[in-house]
């Protein structure tokens, strides 16, 4: 086995040609990995900020990802932090690809310090953002003054768009590492409405490098079937996610769905059947139905909670909307559940969404897959996970249903919710939420309600259920 000193030099040595943009591609763990055009363009900048942007897997989490490898093992010494929205992102979404290109003898993962130490006294900090953009005034500050500590080399962060301006700035402030050949963010992004797009593209700051890629430039690593899913959608949305177009005819300031689905949603409004617990029932249950609740849980104390019911056949038969204590949304619940024959529930898991999933993880509740990188094996998770990229499915999903007039929404809230539901560059509303003094509770439980529900889906499900095998019986003559 090589030496620490062997080690250090040889990797200095590729520091070397990676500075010299010669490095195509670099072999690890016995794996050779080369780099598409666009991955070395990224990986070959030494502009200050460099922001990687493009359709839905194109490869540009990978190169964010090899170029953090390389400019730790290259460069002695150096210090990084790695960071997305919230810290569970980087363990769930990051570090299981990150240790799998790694060779495990290069580094040690200190994972209560959330620290990954070199062979070469270089370190990698993760950290999730959230804290630096969200919570009490007093909060944010705090968080902000956390980093001022940092002397750092490097910062990487993964979907950019989930981050507010003002964090990316106190970032910026701790590049200042004496004994690195250059001091860079980089980024990566999907196309969307936030404040990077003016940075980058529109107003174009100086020492940044902009580069996109689309979801074709990376099709050799990609599976036909994948493809084929990412190029069923809406031209519009096939632009912006699999050619990754950022431009502002894409991303105009306006309402998610089409005024005219909105007209004809508008058109069914009526009166609630009765009010029962606070509970608008529209339609009563029926057995030959099935259904499913979407839950959007909050405090109680800014946002009101909101539930809502969605039979098998497309329609909103029930909902609250209301604030209301953790507890008072489970009781709440609980009640909806056996007043529509234990329907799959729907809820959003993050935030608040944590001590609702708690108490109602005895009731038929949406698992979600996960990967599990100390196990390394997917493992089922309760309740809805709310990032950029999962809000953006719930709007694809509930669009393509508008198109086939399969919503019957008959309360007027959650139409008039629809009608303030824009698209927005605040990244805590991940690409998409209520306007200003607005609020959003109704248009996000609809929409998990609606969350793999369609027609045919629902034909299959009944198929299932009705489905009895058939006993032959033979006669002997």
Known sequence: ??????????????????????????????????FTPKQKAFIDSQQRYCLFYGGFGSGK????????????????????????????????ALLPDLFEILPSNLYKYRVKDNI???FNGSEIILMGLDAMQSGTESNIKKAQQKIKSLNLGAFFIDQLEEIDKEVFTALTTRLRRTNVPFRQGNM?????????????????KKNTFLLQSSTMDNKENLTQDYIDDLLDHSDIWVERYVKGTWS?????DSIVFGKEYIAKLKAMVKKPLKVRQGCEIYEEYKISRSYQMGVDPSEGSVDPSSISVISSDGKKVAKYNGFITI???????QFLYEEYGHPLIIPESNAAGAALVEGI???????????????????????????YQSKQALIANFQKLLRINYPKIYDENTIDEFMTFIWTDV??????????????????STLLGYWKLSPEIVAIRAARKNYKPINKKFQYF
């Open 1 to 34: 086995m090589q030496t620490n000193a062997a080690l250090v030099k040889e990797w200095q040595r590729v520091g070397d040609l990676l500075l010299q943009g010669k490095i195509e591609g670099i072999e690890l763990n016995g794996i050779t990995y080369h």
């Open 61 to 92: 989490t990978f190169a964010l990802l090899m170029k953090l490898i390389l400019m730790s093992l290259c460069f002695p010494k150096n210090r990084i932090l790695l960071g997305r929205q919230y810290l569970s992102d980087v363990t769930r």
């Open 116 to 118: 990954i130490s070199f």
């Open 188 to 204: 990566t992004c999907n196309p969307a409405n936030f404040w990077a797009y003016k940075y980058f593209k529109k107003d174009t």
């Open 248 to 252: 502002p005819d894409i991303l105009v």
């Open 327 to 333: 507890p008072g949304l489970i009781n709440k619940v």
């Open 361 to 387: 993880k005895d009731l038929r509740v949406y698992k979600r897959l996960q990967f599990n990188y100390r196990e390394k094996r997917q493992t089922e998770k309760l309740g809805f996970w709310t990032d």
């Open 427 to 444: 990244a805590r509303q991940k690409g998409a939420g209520a306007q200003r003094n607005y609020h959003d509770d109704d248009v996000m």
